[in-house]
């Protein structure tokens, strides 16, 4: 038997949303467009009820095809990645994204997915992991704005990248559906 539910909350955020994430430990939602634009939601978990707060624009503009958001230290970050090339990392304070850091990498127009590393977060920095056009997992040390590791093995584009459960080994997958696995310590191993 097929269950019909009401929505409880709804919203008009944006025109052609592209990404949803919610925050860590919070009860904001981010929401992005093929207009380069990142929308802080309210979403009050009891009402189900949605309120627009606040919006960013990247520069250079372009479609973000990945958010991620992350508990950091000293406030959550939040990574948008865009198909202008570009990786964005932002701290949040609260509805509000600040700039802190952006980076270059192999997208091409297509919708690759990067991430929040945390299993080198803890130890020297901020580090994200990005898939690229050019099949190779590339590792960007945020701190200093480049990639310092480039893991190959994918002959294709590579789309997919996220971590175990447990945060000890990174998964990514390519166009041609190939998926590698990849151990903790390829990550970080060597400056490029």
Not at 32 to 52: E, M, T, Y
Not at 153 to 162: A, L, Q
Request: aromatic content about 6%.
């Amino acid at each position: 038997a097929v269950v019909s539910t009401q929505s409880t909350g709804r919203e008009k955020v944006s025109n052609s949303t592209t990404c949803l994430e919610f925050g860590a430990n919070s009860g904001i939602l981010w929401v992005s467009n093929n207009k380069g634009q990142i929308f802080s939601v309210s979403v009050n978990i009891l009402s189900c009820q949605l309120k627009k707060l606040k919006c960013t624009s990247i520069p250079g503009g372009g479609s973000i095809v990945s958010l991620a958001v992350r508990a950091g230290h000293p406030r959550p970050l939040l990574l948008a990645s865009s198909t202008s090339d570009l990786l964005f990392m932002f701290t949040i304070d609260k509805d509000v994204l600040l700039l802190v850091r952006k980076c270059t990498v192999k997208l091409n127009g297509l919708p690759i997915r990067s991430i929040i590393c945390p299993i080198a977060t803890a130890k020297r920095g901020t580090f994200i992991v990005s898939g690229s056009s050019d099949g190779s997992v590339l590792v960007f040390d945020m701190e200093k704005g480049k990639a310092v590791n480039k893991l190959q093995g994918h002959s294709c584009p590579v789309y997919c990248v996220c971590l175990s459960f447990d945060e000890s080994i990174l998964i990514s997958a390519d166009s041609s559906g190939t998926v590698i696995v990849w151990r903790k310590r390829d990550l970080c191993q060597e400056e490029l």
